[in-house]
Structure formats: structure tokens, C-alpha cells
């Protein structure tokens, strides 16, 4: 973590060892720590100078871990000063009370200094971890052609700095994810589905976590028809298609119904959109202070001229994903292949270039390549967009994420 910023954190532990222990780990990153053994003594250096990030023990003499919380957040002036609660107190109803007072996250001891590092990192800079866990469309596409980027189709996730993950599509690499989610205890996620294709929603049964008691997980997408979201995943697990039915996930299971619409999510604002795609298929914003990160999949930008498009879609998608950090989005085809492919809702690269680089986005993250794209077509797909990119004199950098890709945000 060579590259983290500096900040000012105060750490209050009774426990003077870990207190040492901790404040030397945050030093070794840069961080100007102080280090306090009660609350009292803190919150009065807080009146002194205001420091970017707090760490406190939940269970203290004096005021504990929550006192001090409130007193932090009944002061406005306060509000940007991030608060990581830790305790041995595993209790969910712990965890979501300290989340529910206002701190930004709830750290379990005990924990190794990489864990408390990252979560620091993430907290100060607002951020969130983006992984990729599949990038193909349509259907996946294993083999010897497929090592670098992978072949599961549509999955990504989100982690926030107090563990929450936003999962985006349950396509089959949802699979890894949820294996690599396993250990976690009262796991706490969302999966944003964008519509129902088999490639982004077929996996759903293979999201491990669901059979884990204790775990909350709920399920966002937009119904189809006269058809729920819920109705849609119970109808591919229904005993026909798959032989294990909803009634034995064991953890707990909210399925919510979404339009266009912004709505709160583990303290940060998700936007949706209409896209340019058969059935109601929804694109995602998750706004995480002043960044954001976009999940537009799968979208079809037609070629000028066209007057099967919306003359105003492109105008409203560019406004929507303005200035994001990342856009991960539908790059199924090269410009060659497109007129083969018009109406079936996917985008070329050309197109995509336009939007990334209208937008001022600062990455566009090639997506949902298409079933026949292996390895050296994806590289080459990479090198079409730098290019379009760059006769565009755009500063907006190309990447094309593999499966594994970690980016922070
Ligand atoms: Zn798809
Ligand atoms: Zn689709």
C-alpha cells in the first residue's frame, strides 16, 4: 500500500498492546496516528484538531465505543470525520446498531493488519474494492482459449470498506464469488440484477452464501412483464430446471422489485436506468462520495443515422454515467461484426468509445464479450478501443478486465 494517502487517525483502545500494535501498523502506511486509552481524552483532542478517521474499541471504562460515536455524530462539524468501530462482539444486532449510529464500519477482533489496513485505505478514500468474477456474454466460454480472461459470463462485485458487497449479475462467475465469500460470517450482500438473460441470472443457485444460515442477502431487479423479480428466480429453481427449489436457502432471502429509480443501499445511493436492450434491462450508479461506478451491461448504442435508436438515449446515458471512476460496460463486438448483430442489443467499440469519452469517464472497463472472442480477440478488442479512443484525443483509459482483476475505487 505504498501509495496510500497520509491522514490523521486517533485510535482509543483500553487494551494498551493492541493500542501499540495497531498505532505502529497505521505509522508503517504513513498515517499520523494518536493514540488514546479512553474516550474522554479523545474527544477532547477531536475539539483540538479534527482528525479524518477515528478507531475505537467498542467496550471501554468511561464512555464506551457507541457514547463516543454519539458524541462525535451529534456535531455537524464532525461529519466527514470517519469512525471504524472494533469489537469481540460478533452479534450482528451489534454490528448493524454501530453501522445504524453512524459509523462507517464494524471491525470484528480478532483481525490481521492487512484486514484493518485496506479497511482504513477504503475509508479514507471513500472507496470501494471492484473484482471481476466474469466478463463474457451470453454464455460461458471455458477452454484453453479463455485462460487470461476467463470464460464465466456477467458477475462483478462491489465490496464497501465495512464488508457489505454489492454483487452486480449472477452470471456463472458468481459462482467463485460466492466460494470466495464462504469463510465470512454474517455475511451481508445485494445482487443487482440487470435483467433476466440466462448469462446474468442462471447462476443465482451456484451463489453459495445463500445456503448459509445467518447470512442477509437480497436481490434487486426489475420485474418483467406481469412477472416479479422473485417469480423469475423461484421459476428457474422450481424443481424443472433445477432440482434444488428456493425453500432451502438458509439464509435470509429479500427480494426486491426495481424500476428507474434511486434508492439507499449499505449507506450509499444506487441509480438505475432504463437500457437499450430487449425486455426491462437496468443499468447501475453506486455513488460513493464524490466518485461513482457505473454497471451498464447489456446496452445496445446504435450507429448514428439509425432511426430504430432513441435520438435522446445517448445524450441521457452519457449524462448518467458522467465522471464515473469506472464504466464496466457492454463491449461485445468489434465494429466489423455490429452490422451482423443491430437489434440484438449489444454495443461495438466505436460506439462505446463515444460514450466513454462524452462522459469524461476516467476508465471504460471492456465488457460481456461475446461467446467467440477468446484471449487474442479481447487484446485486439483492447487495442480497438485505445484507438478509437485516441482519435477521439480522449483522456479516458481502455482497460479490459480478467476475471480475478481487483481496482480500486
Ligand atoms: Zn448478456
Ligand atoms: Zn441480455
Known amino acids: 500500500m505504498a501509495d496510500v494517502e497520509s491522514r490523521l487517525i486517533y485510535l482509543v483502545d483500553d487494551d494498551q498492546d493492541l493500542r501499540n500494535l495497531l498505532g505502529r501498523v497505521l505509522r508503517k ?46 456535531v455537524r462539524a464532525y461529519d466527514d470525520v470517519r469512525v471504524i468501530v472494533v469489537s469481540a462482539k460478533s452479534w450482528e444486532s451489534d454490528r448493524e446498531a ?13 483481525f490481521d493488519h492487512a484486514t484493518l489496513r ?17 466478463v463474457h456474454g451470453t454464455l ?31 452470471g456463472s462467475g458468481i459462482r467463485n464469488l460466492g466460494n470466495s465469500l464462504m469463510g465470512r460470517q454474517s455475511l ?28 442477509q442477502i437480497s436481490i434487486y431487479g426489475a420485474p418483467q412483464r406481469d412477472q416479479t423479480l422473485r417469480q423469475l428466480i423461484e421459476a428457474q429453481m422450481d424443481g424443472v430446471f433445477f432440482p434444488i427449489t428456493p425453500g432451502r436457502f438458509g439464509s435470509s432471502v429479500h427480494y426486491v422489485d426495481i424500476r428507474e429509480e434511486s434508492f439507499e443501499l449499505f449507506g450509499v445511493q ?24 457505473c454497471y451498464i451491461t447489456d446496452n445496445e448504442l446504435f450507429l448514428p443515422g439509425d432511426t430504430r435508436a432513441d435520438p435522446h438515449y445517448m445524450d441521457q446515458l452519457t449524462d448518467f454515467v458522467r465522471g464515473a471512476e469506472i464504466l464496466t460496460t457492454d ?13 440484438w442489443g ?64
Not at 493514540?35 to 471504562?61: C, G
Not at 454501530?98 to 459509523?103: F, K, R, V
Not at 463491449?331 to 443491430?342: A, G, L, M, N, R
Open 140 to 170: 460461458p466460454v471455458p477452454g484453453p482459449r479463455t485462460t487470461r480472461y476467463g470464460g464465466n459470463t456477467s458477475c462483478a462485485s462491489l465490496e464497501l470498506a465495512d464488508g457489505r458487497i454489492i454483487v452486480f449479475d449472477a
Open 29 to 74: 502506511d504513513g498515517h499520523e496516528v494518536e493514540l488514546f486509552s479512553h474516550a474522554e481524552a479523545l474527544v477532547d483532542a477531536v475539539r483540538i484538531r479534527k482528525p479524518d478517521l477515528i478507531i475505537t474499541d467498542l467496550m471501554m471504562p468511561g464512555i464506551d465505543g457507541m457514547g463516543l460515536l454519539q458524541q462525535i455524530r451529534d
Open 346 to 409: 449489444h454495443s461495438c467499440v466505436s460506439e462505446v468509445a463515444k460514450l466513454a469519452h462524452h462522459a469524461g469517464v476516467k476508465q471504460v472497463h471492456l465488457f460481456h464479450h461475446d461467446p467467440s472472442h477468446d484471449d487474442e480477440k479481447v487484446d485486439l478488442k483492447l487495442e480497438a478501443m485505445k484507438a478509437a479512443l485516441e482519435t477521439l484525443g480522449s483522456s479516458t483509459v481502455a482497460v479490459a478486465p480478467g476475471e480475478g482483476d481487483v481496482f480500486e475505487i
Open 98 to 110: 454501530a453501522l445504524q449510529a453512524g459509523a462507517d464500519a464494524y471491525l470484528i477482533k480478532p
Open 331 to 343: 463491449t461485445t463486438y468489434f465494429d466489423e461484426e455490429y452490422p451482423k448483430f443491430v437489434t
Open 118 to 134: 485496506k479497511m482504513v485505505d477504503t475509508i479514507v478514500r471513500n472507496g470501494a474494492t471492484l473484482t471481476y468474477w466474469g
Open 188 to 215: 451481508v450482500a445485494a445482487l443487482l440484477i440487470s435483467h433476466p438473460h440466462w448469462d446474468h441470472l442462471n447462476s443465482v443457485p451456484f451463489f453459495a452464501p445463500l445456503y448459509v444460515p445467518g447470512n
Open 270 to 293: 444506487v441509480h438505475t436506468m432504463h437500457l437499450s436492450h430487449p425486455g426491462a434491462c437496468l443499468g447501475f450508479k453506486v455513488v460513493l462520495g464524490d466518485k461513482s461506478y
